[in-house]
């Protein structure tokens, strides 16, 4: 297998913090438009591994390809941002002081530079991008609020909304659904499957009914490495997959 | 969006209706403190002796400094103990331009030496006093040493992601090692006793109380200037990346803004502000040496900015005239205790009023404003129940007629 054709390609990752390996020969291939699920226990290295795709850690070990081509292990966060990686924190992370809609205004995707940011002004465009996000979030009503007092969930849905402002190829989404109601959690589901298609995404989660509800191929991780992969039937009929996962 | 103002140009929509206030009350300053001195004859009620108005200009080249503290601190974060430096070195610029302009009327009365290097029995100019007997090479040092300085540290510090406590800490190690290297006599900035004993700016005596005055008018346009930019700069799409760095550094990053360049940005335009400040300090105190660079000077600012409220810019320039007028006051009661003063108002402060002077301000004017609302609601919802009511009646006083 090459990394040509792919969207994201990992092969054979490792890395180790103290001694302790958090990912061990990861290897996980991403065709363009994919939609991945990733499940597993606490500490199997889920968020680690969105952390190296992401520059934000450096692996002692293996390849990490963008787009089939590009060498995100060379890169720092800015760079692979640029690229069209985007990611949403497992602790919802949105700019508190700033209102909800200046949050998905700084996301959206347009020049970076400090002397363009300068200078820029809101164009109409941008500002019916900002308008179709925020409806497609249900923020709409308080997008003069500051993001700080957004409850736990909306501010979830906030960054995902900064996310697709940013209009990246690959998504990173890291416990989506964490802390939110089922029927928030259903409404969830069904705005990534929206976004799918267009883009790449990577979900991390733990609530077994929504990644049923994404329908979509399922890796399981254990111990920094790929532990099953295939469908949410598959993987969860997978008795190497109850023993770790499922049936504690 | 409404929020975000399209039509007028970035300089008007920067400044909202404090800010025309603050520059107002500049701009009267600029007025009413030179002629209370120049054109009120002494011994009336109203005539402004010569040294309050270089204090008061003392005061306000302190704000413009307290104002480059908060762009950095209060916008981005950047808590710098070493912003000193910066208001030296503008300082030591000034400085020797009017060292130069002494030209042979100094005691040794050498034309081109200032005094302290004829006494150090040197021969020549060094290089890099050059230039500096033009007064626009001077201005240019002024803003271009701190700038280029500021533009070095940061950008070693920055990239290699030094922040928060470590920051600070460094900043302070930099004043400290640029305090000793000037109180060395063969720098060559007249070590231990600095520069002083100047004469004139620009031909202007500089014991004149028209010179005086002058400075203390170019002082508020540059307090004036400084808030303009850093009004320009906090409003603009730039300013709210600026405060998502302050807040959320790394997601800042994960959205492809390039945080080194925004903190470099910003922290060579406030070293330059600082700069300016010192420049103007010079020539009204008379006097520039190695003290300045002081670790005491620059955590003295970052208080003038906690009291007045960071992140408020009119905060800070409210906290380093209220610091520094109670500092004249006590002193001339009390000069010793001072520093134990100026501690207490600082724990206190972070006590009673952690927001400083002009957050608690903004709270409490929030919260009146909350409660006008809850007033008039309650107000509206009597009035429409009182109506009904009427109707009410109205219709039941029809139906037995
Ligand atoms: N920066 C770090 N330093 C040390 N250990 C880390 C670091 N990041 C993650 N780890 C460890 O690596 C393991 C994997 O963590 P993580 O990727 O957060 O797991 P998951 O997201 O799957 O719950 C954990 O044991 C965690 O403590
Ligand atoms: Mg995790």
Redesign the pocket.
Same mark, same amino acid.
């Given at each position: 297998m090459t990394a040509s054709g792919t969207a994201l390609y990992l092969d054979g990752v490792s890395v180790t @913090?103290?001694g @302790?390996k958090?990912i061990n020969e990861l290897s996980l291939v991403l065709r363009p438009g994919e939609m991945r699920a990733i499940i #597993?226990p606490? #500490?199997? #290295?889920? !968020?680690?591994?969105m952390d190296i795709i992401t520059g934000k !850690?450096r692996p002692d070990r293996g390849q990490v390809i963008f787009d089939g081509e590009v060498d995100l292990t060379r890169l720092d966060e800015t760079d692979i941002a640029r690229l069209g990686i985007g990611r949403k924190f497992?602790k919802p992370t949105v700019f508190e002081t700033h209102s909800v809609e200046d949050n998905i205004l700084l996301a959206l995707a347009g020049k970076r530079g400090v002397f363009a940011t300068l200078g820029a002004r809101l164009s109409g465009d941008e500002a019916r991008r900002v308008d179709r996000i925020l409806r497609l979030i249900r923020l709409d009503g308080r997008r003069k609020e500051i993001a700080g007092a957004l409850s736990h969930g909306q501010k979830q849905w906030l960054e995902i909304g900064m996310l697709l402002a940013q209009n990246p190829k690959v998504l990173l989404v890291d416990e989506p659904a964490a802390g939110m109601t089922d029927a928030e959690t259903m409404e969830t589901a069904d705005l990534l499957k929206e976004i799918a298609g267009e883009h790449t995404v990577v979900v991390?989660e733990h609530d077994m009914e929504f990644v049923r509800a994404l329908g979509v191929k399922v890796t399981v991780?254990h111990e920094g490495s790929v532990l099953a992969e295939g469908s949410i039937d598959h993987v969860s009929a997978d008795q190497r997959v109850i023993d770790v996962y499922l049936g504690r | 969006m409404s929020s975000l103002p399209k039509s007028r140009p970035m300089l008007l929509a920067s400044l909202d209706r404090r800010s025309w206030t603050f520059l107002a009350t500049l701009l009267a300053a600029g007025i009413i403190v030179p002629v209370a001195n120049l054109a009120v004859e002494p011994g009336h009620a109203a005539h402004l002796p010569s040294y309050a108005v270089a204090l008061m200009g003392k005061y306000l080249t302190y704000a413009l400094l307290a104002l480059s503290v908060d762009l950095i601190w209060g916008y981005c974060g950047i808590l710098s103990l070493g912003h000193g430096a910066f208001f030296a070195l503008g300082g030591y610029a000034m400085g020797m331009h009017l060292m130069r302009e002494i030209g042979p009327r100094g005691v040794y009365a050498d034309p081109v030496l200032p005094d302290f290097m004829v006494f150090l029995n040197w021969k020549e100019l060094p290089w890099f006093w050059w230039g500096f007997d033009m007064f626009w090479f001077a201005c240019l040092m002024v803003l271009l040493v701190p700038g280029l300085l500021a533009f070095v540290f940061g950008w070693f510090a920055f990239r290699s992601r030094v922040t928060g406590v470590y920051l600070s800490i460094i900043t302070q190690a930099m004043t400290y090692a640029l305090m000793l290297a000037f109180f060395r006599n063969d720098m060559g900035f007249g070590g231990n006793n600095g520069l002083t004993d100047f004469k004139d700016v620009l031909g202007f005596d500089l014991q004149s109380d028209t010179t005086r005055a002058g400075l203390f008018v170019f002082s508020a346009l540059a307090l004036a200037a400084g808030y303009v930019v850093c009004r320009v700069i906090t409003t603009s799409r730039a300013g709210k990346v600026l405060i998502a760095v302050r807040d959320a550094e790394s997601r800042t990053r994960f959205l492809g803004y390039r945080v080194e360049h925004y903190k470099l940005f910003v922290f060579v335009v406030s070293a330059m502000m600082a700069g300016l400040a010192g420049a103007l300090y010079v020539p009204q105190v008379g006097i520039i040496n190695p003290g300045e660079f002081s670790p005491a000077n620059s955590i003295e600012i970052v208080i003038w900015v906690a009291v007045g409220g960071r992140g408020t810019l009119i905060g800070a320039a409210v906290g380093a005239l209220t610091i520094n007028g109670l500092k004249t006051v006590f002193t001339s009661v009390a000069p010793n205790e001072w520093l134990f003063a100026l501690g207490g108002i600082f724990i206190l402060v972070t006590l009673f009023m952690p927001r400083g002077i002009l957050g608690e301000w903004d709270v409490l004017k929030a919260r009146h404003a909350a409660e006008k609302r809850e007033r008039i609601a309650t107000g509206l919802r009597r009035m429409r129940a009182a109506a009904a009511e009427g109707a009410h009646l109205t219709s039941a006083v029809e139906a037995a007629e």
């Open positions: @913090f103290d @302790f958090a #597993g606490n #500490g199997a #290295g889920k !968020t680690t591994m !850690t497992q991390v991780l | -």
